[in-house]
């Protein structure tokens, strides 16, 4: 387990939260198997949803939380997420996260950078992205 996730959850252990994260973490830790949203922890722990929207990033990044499903509140979506005590598929949900970011980067890349980049990293990053794999020789 990394120090930063580790130092986390002893926080939330000891009850000495000295983070927005932290208070983040705690809430669905707390919420158990059904989970909480943005639209739930905007109000319980008052933050804006963009404060939110970035400390789920990170928790994520970590592997510490996933995705359990969807539900409307008039016309907005919400994602409802669940901690995730189990090392093993921690190391296995941050795995994907950093597979997902890195198509994304990518992406992007080939989309606004193609003008700048030598021919051969370009077809490299295309062939990443259609077979879906970390490139090995870059």
Known sequence: MKAKVE????QIRTGAIKSNLVRVLKHIQDAGIHGT???DMRE????SH?????????LADEGLLFEGGQFQVKTSWYTIYIYVS??????EIAQKRKQE??????ERGLNEYSD????????QLNYEKHFDAIP???
């Not at 963009?50 to 990170?58: D, E, H, K, Y």
């Open 7 to 10: 130092t986390w959850l002893e």
């Open 37 to 39: 949203s943005i639209y």
């Open 44 to 47: 319980t722990l008052g933050m």
């Open 50 to 58: 963009q404060s939110l929207t970035a400390t789920i990033s990170q």
């Open 86 to 91: 189990n090392e093993d598929a921690r190391k």
């Open 101 to 106: 970011k890195f198509m994304q980067w990518i």
């Open 116 to 123: 700048m980049m030598m021919p051969e990293l370009e077809q």
């Open 136 to 138: 090995l020789g870059i």
